[in-house]
């Protein structure tokens, strides 16, 4: 629900702020006064088209602003949420047009694209007149609205579930067919790495394991010298460290025997012995077991050199190597599994495409039954509305596909082009006059019409129609006398499901107003400006009256006014 308007520097206004209401909210005024610059301004906060020449003359930017409650209002809160913006029951869009061209939206204060005011705009009111923002002109709504009509939302979710899970089984197919293809292309160069790897067989840690060894065979010479030279000192030749320890460890011996205080010592000098004994055992075994194997020295390096090769070649360690390996392993095997994984596939689209038809032809034909009693309707209120030799015809194609892979209905041996919505692209057609043929509701002349077509339409689809707020300007346009009572009647009735905000030159429509706002011109500081103020009850009689009777109200048009504002 719109709650309050405020604009400033935009057109013929200075600025005004405007709080509308719950219930028909009606707009009337003089000719000139600048109603429709009121429905201009509020059409531009919902996103359409803006231009400089809008920018009251001496000012460098003009702002409009409204404020919504959309209290538990989802489609909104969704809209808002996936477009990162904090949401709020009470909604605020903003929309500034700078004289440089420099124009900005605002979403709750938040920086936002046209398209995004748009979006949001759309959901939360239509307005209908001289202008684009009427969602019952944009064809692709038309499928939405006969659906909300019938409550037909549950057959409409359980086909866009077997719809969803046959759309992504035919991305599983196609996803398979390009993996398919990609290992295909890849199949030769996997067989040749495969038995690259394979011929070399790499181990874990085997590089290591290798170059520890070869450094061992690499300085044998070395290691049996030294080992030797070891031995000998420590434990063979005369004068050996163990010799000398254990002439040590007799004289801390005698020393002890004289003084207790060398006992400790003495100990040491035994545990030293032990230890030089285990270090020349351990250098003897390690010298009685080395050998030069130049076999084993050539076999080494000629295996570093494979390992090498392919630890550079496939990701640098030997674990990479062999992680790949399994990787490509695994791919390999795969190709072989894509025809059953392909015909597994096949078998299951076919399987969920006789479920999605039968939801789509199900769903289509309910659409079809509840359209014949939309299009009674519709005529015999807008025979009501003046229209007397309206015709009305909600119109479906079901569109064949030639891609028979790919389409997701089958009927009598046919397929059919689909959506999330089912196979049923429909619009509205409509003809005003006798004889002449039916055009596509969009085609249809604008003004008043337009409007009161409008108007039929959204009396019809009233209850299901989830839009919070409608505006029409310029309804009332050829009409008079009891077409014009059955038009203020019809937004009456319809301002029991929304909040309507209509402008009107017509003191039939005026008379049912629940709260009545008048536009008025003024010159101020040697210039026009016009305002738009809210009438109380007393003024309400009076403006009725002089709608009745013109500028001047005469104590019978008062009373008439009075008649008429009773109902």
Do not use: W
């Amino acid at each position: 629900m719109l709650k309050r308007l405020i604009i400033k520097n935009y057109a013929l206004i200075d600025e005004v702020e405007v709080e509308f209401q719950n219930g028909l909210n009606i707009i009337t005024g003089e000719t000139g006064a600048g109603k429709s610059i009121i429905m201009d301004s509020l059409n531009l906060v919902l996103g359409e088209r803006a231009n400089t020449e809008v920018i009251r003359k001496g000012e460098v930017k003009a702002i409009v602003e409204a404020h919504f409650d959309v209290t538990n209002n989802t489609k909104v809160k969704n809209i808002i949420e996936n477009l990162n913006i904090d949401f709020y029951d009470d909604l605020i869009l903003r929309r500034e047009i700078h004289l440089k061209g420099q124009n900005r939206c605002f979403i709750n204060d938040t920086p936002a694209t046209v398209n995004a005011l748009k979006e949001v705009g759309d959901a939360v009111m239509d307005l209908h007149g001289q202008h684009e923002h009427q969602s019952l002109l944009k064809a692709e709504s038309h499928i939405d609205l006969v659906d909300e009509f019938g409550g037909l939302q549950a057959l409409v979710d359980e086909y866009r579930q077997s719809y969803n899970n046959l759309n992504q089984l035919f991305k599983q197919l196609d996803d398979t067919l390009k993996r398919e293809q990609e290992l295909k292309d890849k199949m030769n160069l996997y067989e040749y790495q495969i038995k690259e790897i394979d011929e070399v067989d790499p181990k874990v840690n085997e590089i290591e394991e290798l170059e520890s060894e070869l450094k061992i065979l690499e300085n044998f010479e070395e290691l049996h010298q030294t080992t030797n030279q070891l031995y000998d000192i420590l434990y063979s030749k005369e004068d050996s460290i163990r010799d000398l320890l254990v002439i040590c460890r007799n004289k801390l011996s005698n020393l002890s025997k004289i003084d207790k205080t060398f006992t400790e010592t003495e100990q040491e000098a035994k545990n030293a012995e032990i230890i030089v004994d285990e270090i020349a055992r351990f250098i003897q075994n390690y010298n009685s077991k080395i050998e030069f194997d130049p076999e084993r020295l050539e076999m080494i390096r000629s295996r570093l050199l494979q390992l090498n090769k392919l630890r550079k070649k496939y990701g640098g360690s030997l674990e990479s190597v062999i992680e790949y390996r399994e990787k490509i392993g695994k791919e390999y095997e795969l190709a072989g599994n894509f025809e059953y994984e392909i015909e597994n596939l096949r078998k299951q689209i076919e399987k969920n495409r006789v479920i999605c038809s039968e939801k789509a032809l199900r769903l289509s034909n309910k659409r079809k039954e509840i359209s014949k009693k939309i299009e009674k309707s519709i005529i015999q209120i807008l025979k009501d509305l003046g229209i007397e030799k309206a015709s009305f015809e909600i119109k479906f194609e079901n569109k064949k596909s030639s891609d028979s892979e790919r389409a997701f209905v089958i009927l009598k041996n046919s397929f059919y082009e689909a959506n999330s919505k089912g196979i049923d692209f429909v619009e509205f057609y409509v003809s005003l006059n006798e004889g002449e043929e039916l055009k596509p509701l969009i085609k249809v002349a604008s003004g008043g019409e337009i409007s009161r077509i409008m108007l039929s339409l959204k009396t019809i689809l009233a209850k299901s129609d989830k839009l919070p707020g409608l505006a029409f300007d310029e309804i009332d346009v050829g009409v008079s006398g009891r077409i014009a009572t059955k038009v203020g009647q019809c937004l009456k009735n319809l301002s029991n499901y929304h909040q309507i905000i209509a402008i009107t030159h017509l003191p039939q429509i005026a008379a049912l107003a629940d709260h009545h706002f008048v536009v008025e011109k003024k010159n101020e500081n040697h210039r026009v400006v016009t305002t738009i103020r809210k009438l109380t009850n007393n003024e309400r009689v009076k403006e009725v009256a002089k709608l009745l009777s013109g500028d001047v109200i005469t104590e019978s048009s008062l009373a008439s006014a009075k008649e008429l504002m009773k109902g």
